[in-house]
């Protein structure tokens, strides 16, 4: 009997051991995952560290990497290769399971990972078009001598990291999805580039505002979706003259503007709380009287953090600031003359086609009164624990016909037979901007640095020891009629491709504005005199004058005025709608909580600060009050989708036209009237809260409320910050909601040596057992910065210095 048990026990080991090292279908194998010699055990790291010197293959010569205590690394190299190919290493010592992650993402490889849940999610991103866009892309990055010096030499980086990994020194992700680390690639980087493509350059509403143009007519969309907003102060000055003669404009064809059918598609929104800030003060509002510059891109909050920081030194550069993980050379800093930032332009560069296929082998096509061939490229998609999937993309001249009839589209139903015209398919050397920006010295560098910049369309803000400021809103444009875009375009017609590109020294740009200061925040590029068509709509407009406003009255401006804008949690939105809405709310019909809440807001100060309770209740009712407006007339179904016309045109009705029809519901027999809606929705938005947080209290502040959530890549909670007390929120200048919010804010003041400032919310190492994985979430969390240590050379003495890496 002692024998058969013992037996038994030795056949159970054998079985769980069997068991736990390997995989089962997707699940991957939890044995390596949890052993303590290869294991999660093995990702735990100490504040120790000591001077360190490391052999690898691929430097020319000795690079010294000095470390602050931060865990920012400084290069210091005697080449430019040698300072990329460090780049590249020391990025995926700290970030590499992100930039594989993110990378396998865009070239539609997840589904290799962790098996056929992301099948849909990889053919979605092949049928845009993605591995399309990557393979032009690198092949201008390795045309131009400067630009494939930098991407061979990171790549090469990454890959000395890569080659000396054992299994126990994987990033713990690779271990808890049970995959290994693949040889990078140049073409890598392109793909990082069309991934940020697909974060900032593919909102489109074209499928929505075709279904309302057949739905309400010509007359009432132009009313209801006007091409201007209501209010506005436009990234480039009212009054700012056109210093180019402008090429000739493509004519609007005849019946440009038509739909028949509905079309029960939707394209996914583009999220409009990802925007960003930046601006810069001249000399006569600065306290050195250098300019100051501040930048705080808005993207999905995300672990590990969305940038990198890094200063890069060789004797044609020395540049700081923040890169990011996948791509060579800093994207957002400061050089000893130059510092400039980026935010994101919202142009109308992704349109779609409907193609005329000849017959039911869609071989050809019909435009321009004949037929055209179809190109086929064949997608063979990975899938972890299956057969691999052949999926054949149809491609015309305008692009990818993404999904045709009798495919199910993924998530959000895409369009159905449309071919997908899209600015990050095009050929592009965007790194060379950077590059270029990287060894700016002053006004002329920047503007020769631009011409090469294609997408995603951004603001560039831009200051110098020379004492001048800049911006401009900067891309390749394509050349079209006004609202070319604005809705679906007949793919037959010629008339409707793009028509070539606006000049690139034609895009908006403004230098030493009299005002003495330039900013952005998303809002309109320009006044309407702007002779091109960039986009028909951009963000809301309430950033943006706040940012105006604050800055016209600065005087002696410092880098911590600039620091304390960037904080503001001052709401426009509020400051101009509770006036006119309190107005029409018929506080007879509140019963329960509602006029207790009623009270707050007429006692708030508009300040969407953590511990406030308005917030909230305004968020909640301003939601409830354009379901109210516009539900009934643009609803969105199985059969057709719409869009709403925009709170701004919303408050110009109840402000200008409050018996207008629009505020009646069509649904019901009786008329509906502004103060019954604003009364109805009020009530609504209260019992909401109430049934969420329970009675009017602390546990309805803004804080708890919107509870922002800086999510791990993978969606792992354990590897998250969750439930982050900040204020802020959608369309304030702190633009921090429950999903996104200011990703790295920087200040730096120019002058005979910069003086920097800047942070993100997480920290420097992707390892979550690292120290230095959250450290800096506090520091950003109270709208705190950190001095960015600008070092002039690598034997330089500073308390903040922890300690040298020498690569031989």
């Known amino acids: 009997m002692r024998y058969a048990k013992a037996s038994l026990f030795v056949i159970l080991t054998v079985l769980l051991v069997y068991a736990l090292n390997r995989p089962w279908g997707v699940v991957p194998a939890f044995g390596p995952l949890l052993s303590p010699f290869v294991g999660f055990w093995q990702n735990a790291e100490t504040t120790e560290a000591a001077d360190e010197e490391l052999i690898l293959k691929g430097t020319r010569a000795p690079v010294t990497v000095v470390f602050d205590d931060l865990a920012i690394p400084h290069v210091f190299a005697q080449n430019d290769r040698d300072a990329y190919f460090a780049q590249g290493y020391l990025t995926a010592r700290d970030r590499l399971w992100q930039m594989e992650f993110q990378t396998h993402a865009a070239a539609g490889r997840v589904a290799e990972i962790v098996g056929d849940r992301a099948l849909e999610l990889d053919r979605y991103n092949r049928r845009l078009g993605m591995g399309f866009g990557a393979e032009r892309s690198v092949k201008a990055m390795l045309t131009d001598p400067r630009s494939r010096e930098s991407v061979e030499a990171y790549t090469a980086g990454v890959n000395a990291y890569i080659s000396q990994l054992s299994p126990a020194q994987y990033p713990l992700e690779y271990k808890l999805l049970g995959y290994k680390p693949e040889p990078w690639q140049a073409i890598k980087c392109a793909y990082f580039l069309k991934y940020m493509s697909g974060v900032l350059a593919l909102g489109a509403d074209d499928l929505n505002m075709s279904n309302v143009l057949r739905r309400i007519g010509p007359a009432a969309t132009a009313d209801l979706f006007p091409d201007y907003p209501f209010r506005e102060d436009p990234i480039i000055p009212v009054g700012t003259s056109w210093d180019f003669k402008p090429v000739a404009v493509p004519a609007t064809p005849p019946n440009a503007f038509t739909s028949s059918e509905p079309l029960a598609m939707k394209w996914p929104d583009h999220d409009p709380a990802i925007g960003s800030n930046n601006w810069a003060v001249g000399p006569q509002k600065s306290a050195t009287g250098y300019p100051i510059l501040a930048n705080d891109p808005h993207l999905s ?160 803000v831009f200051a110098d020891v020379a004492r001048d400021i800049a911006i401009s809103p900067n891309g390749r444009f394509p050349l079209k009629w006004k609202d070319q875009g604005k809705f679906l375009l007949d793919g037959t017609n010629p008339a409707h491709d ?177 103060n019954d809606v604003l009364t109805q929705s009020f009530r609504a938005a209260v019992d909401s809260l109430t049934r969420q947080h329970g009675p009017l209290g602390t546990s309805w502040q803004w804080g708890k409320h919107k509870a922002t959530r800086i999510s791990h890549l993978a969606r792992l909670d354990a590897l998250s910050a969750l439930n982050v007390q900040i204020g802020g929120g959608n369309g304030i200048v702190n633009a921090t909601t429950e999903r996104t919010g200011p990703s790295w804010r920087m200040v730096v003041a120019l002058g005979p040596k910069p003086r920097a400032y800047g942070v993100y919310p997480g920290g420097q190492s992707g390892n979550p057992g690292s120290p230095h994985y959250l450290n800096m979430l506090e520091t950003w969390r109270t709208g705190q910065l950190n001095e960015l240590l600008f070092l002039l050379s690598a034997d330089e003495k500073h308390a903040r210095i922890r300690r040298r890496v020498t690569i031989k």
């Open 301 to 460: 909050l995300s672990l590990p953090s969305i940038w990198y920081q890094m200063q890069l030194v060789t004797p044609t550069m020395n540049v700081y600031g923040a890169t990011m993980p996948g791509a060579p050379g800093v994207i957002i800093g400061f050089n000893k003359q130059v510092a400039w930032g980026v935010t994101n332009v919202g142009a109308d560069v992704l349109d779609f086609y409907q193609i005329r296929f000849r017959d039911a082998s869609q071989r050809e096509y019909w435009h321009d009164n004949r037929w055209k061939p179809v190109t086929r490229r064949i997608e063979r998609i990975k899938v972890k624990g299956q057969a691999d999937v052949i999926d054949t993309v149809l491609y015309t001249h305008h692009g990818p016909v993404m999904y045709m009839a009798g495919q199910k589209p993924f998530a959000k139903n895409v369009p159905v037979g449309y071919a997908a015209r899209w600015i990050a398919h095009e050929e592009s050397n965007d790194f060379l901007t950077y590059y270029l920006l990287d060894r700016a010295k002053n006004h002329a560098d920047y503007r020769e640095a631009l011409r090469y910049y294609g997408a995603p369309a951004q603001n560039f």
């Open 498 to 674: 793009w028509q070539g590109w606006i000049p690139a020294a034609h895009n908006p740009h403004v230098k030493n504005p009299p005002r003495g200061f330039v900013s952005s925040a998303n809002q309109s590029s320009t006044d309407p005199t702007y002779p091109y068509y960039i986009n028909w709509q951009f963000a809301p407009y309430e950033r943006g004058v706040r940012i105006n406003q604050r800055l016209a009255r600065m005087q002696q401006a410092t880098p911590d005025s600039l620091r304390q804008l960037q904080n503001d949690n001052m709401n426009v939105r509020a400051a101009n709608a509770l006036p006119v809405f309190l107005n029409y709310v018929q506080t007879q019909k509140l019963t329960g909580q509602q006029p207790k809440a009623l009270a707050v807001l007429k006692a708030w100060r508009y300040t969407n600060d953590v511990s406030e309770i308005a917030p909230t209740i305004f968020t909640e009712w301003t939601r409830q009050c354009m379901d109210a407006v516009w539900n009934d007339n643009f609803p969105n179904n199985d059969s057709t989708t719409l869009r709403y016309p925009s709170f701004d045109r919303t408050l110009q009705l109840a402000e200008k036209d409050p018996s207008a029809s629009w505020f009646d519901d069509v649904n019901t027999p009786a008329r509906e009237t502004i």
